[in-house]
T-cell receptor
Framework: DAKTTQPPSMDCAEGRAANLPCNHS???????VYWYRQIHSQGPQYIIH???NNETNEMASLIITEDRKSSTLILPHATLRDTAVYYC?????????????FGTGTRLKVLA | GAVVSQHPSRVICKSGTSVKIECRSL??????MFWYRQFPKQSLMLMAT?????????EQGVEKDKFLINHASLTLSTLTVTSAHPEDSSFYIC???????????FGDGTRLSIL
């Protein structure tokens, strides 16, 4: 089972910040939070990941709460091309490696 | 960097045909690759973990004789859907992670349609 829960859908006005929440209340101390997005009929695209500190790159910012039970992905100035399904993932350790179990994700629609 | 290439991007074939899908890591070596399946309007479902030089590890409910996985080199894993039927029609996606710790990178997927 996925270790994360996300709202099924969100709308955001073009040019505004899109804040996508994720709950991961069972996360362990050394597990990272990963964010991906999937645009229709393509493979998921990596966005950002973090452990406990806030992270920022050219695509987005990731805010992780102090207790690490939830996080928020921030797209600072959403564009129409950011319309996609966004997945928050905490990987699961198994047989010497780690695997991703995808939840249902958040379908973000950026409105003109 | 960290590019994963999948081929073919689309396959249409008759029921009973076996179909092979390739997943390549173009600029890094991957001892582990992953295969997912995605039905319309649903999330990705992990099918199996492909291990270089050894047997794949299949998720519960995935038939290993139906979905044959071969990971013969550090840059190539193949998924063969044997004797495909219309219910096997789906979007198949692979991913791989560079040997150093970091995120998985995904291919662009293969849309399989069985008539």
């Amino acid at each position: 089972d996925a270790k994360t829960t996300q709202p099924p859908s969100m709308d955001c006005a073009e040019g505004r910040a899109a804040n996508l929440p994720c709950n991961h209340s069972t996360i362990s101390g050394n597990e990272y939070v990963y964010w991906y997005r999937q645009i229709h009929s393509q493979g998921p695209q990596y966005i950002i990941h973090g452990l406990k500190n806030n992270e920022t790159n050219e695509m987005a910012s990731l805010i992780i709460t102090e207790d690490r039970k939830s996080s928020t992905l921030i797209l600072p100035h959403a564009t129409l091309r950011d319309t996609a399904v966004y997945y928050c993932i905490v990987r699961v350790a198994t047989s010497g490696t780690y695997k991703y179990i995808f939840g249902t994700g958040t379908r973000l629609k950026v409105l003109a | 960097g960290a590019v994963v290439s999948q081929h073919p991007s689309r396959v249409i074939c008759k029921s009973g045909t076996s179909v092979k899908i390739e997943c390549r890591s173009l600029d890094f070596q991957a001892t582990t690759m992953f295969w997912y399946r995605q039905f319309p309007k649903q999330s990705l479902m992990l099918m199996a973990t492909s291990n270089e030089g050894s047997k794949a590890t299949y998720e519960q409910g995935v038939e290993k004789d139906k979905f044959l996985i071969n990971h013969a080199s550090l840059t190539l894993s193949t998924l063969t859907v044997t004797s495909a039927h219309p219910e096997d029609s789906s979007f198949y996606i692979c991913s791989a992670r560079p040997r150093a710790a970091g995120p998985q990178h995904f291919g662009d997927g293969t849309r399989l349609s069985i008539l």
